[in-house]
């Protein structure tokens, strides 16, 4: 393995999702007006702890094609990716090693799964990269490996504050641009991937937030955020002095962006929050209601949807001019038998968007 000093040329991909998977209905994006959801932020978050010296390009390879010629420009690749990619990681770190290019890969995938990449790359990247990013690099620098890079805390969000590079994506050609304000979820709902990758919640500072819209901004871009990633409100007092101070800067700038978010029911005893959401322009939430039987919520330890009836929550949301996205769950261990029912029942009382 070689070292990788100086001026460095590094390749960062995402590669394609399959034609049928959940995260890739191509048509209904086009019909929407993007070419795919969103820029992988992960990716573009690790590409502002790189060396300055460096040369980056990014791909999406669910945008654009990943040619022979691309991998051999690189000296060393990082590929991001979920569960579904599998396959065409595994298949993209091959050719690349065939070329004599260093491989990285990280992510949802790797971060779950690491033992299906490891020896495959040439580092594994498990979990957020701000704790092991400087060891990573001096590896790198040396030309060793640890194989897999891994610390269980989650990153000090005030002490890594980077703004993600925006810079290298073609925003326009996406139907949003993610922004992570928050990692992580005060509950533990045994389902969930999110609290196994990111934890306890953490959140970045007003000035975090403010930086990061003003570069986007100042980028040209225009339209939705997803704001969030895990719980919008797993602290409900910091986020309300950021959403209070995003309310004014909005105002300042005449509300150039509109705004998705991912929280917990019991956003809707929230009444504050609401209110700065309807002001900041969010149109959509995505809220797991998971399922229309209260004993299988339970027993999966997602109590706070028993303490509070989803139809009303959700008319609480929509009453606040949110639409509200829904996550359901069917196969739960200790299901009713009619448990299908009960959820199409809860739908149609809801009017939530599965």
Known sequence: MRAHTGRVRCLLVRPPFSDATFYNPREMFRLLGGESAAPPLGLLIVAAYLPPSWELRFIDGDLDPIDDADLAWADVLFITGKGPQIVPIRALVGRARA???????????PTLQPDDFRGVADYVVRGEC????????????????????????????ARYARLPRYDLAELDRYMFVGMSYTRGCPFTCEFCAQIE????????????????????????????IDLGYDNLIGDIVHTTAVLEALAEWNREHRHPFFYSTEATMNLARQPRLLELMRDNDFRYVFMGIESGDEEALAKTKKGQNIAMDPERAVRVLNSYGLVVNTGLILGFDGERPDAADRMLDMVQRTAAFP
Do not use: C, N, W
Not at 197 to 216: D, T, Y
């Open 99 to 109: 070329l004599g290019v260093t491989t990285v890969v990280g992510g949802a995938g």
């Open 197 to 224: 990758i990111f934890g306890k919640p953490r959140a970045r500072s007003v000035g975090h937030v403010l930086a990061e819209h003003q570069l986007l901004f100042d980028l040209g871009y225009r339209g939705m």
């Open 130 to 157: 701000e704790p092991v990013i400087e060891e990573l690099l001096e590896d790198l620098a040396a030309g060793v490996s640890k194989a897999v890079y891994h610390r269980p805390e989650g990153a000090d969000l």
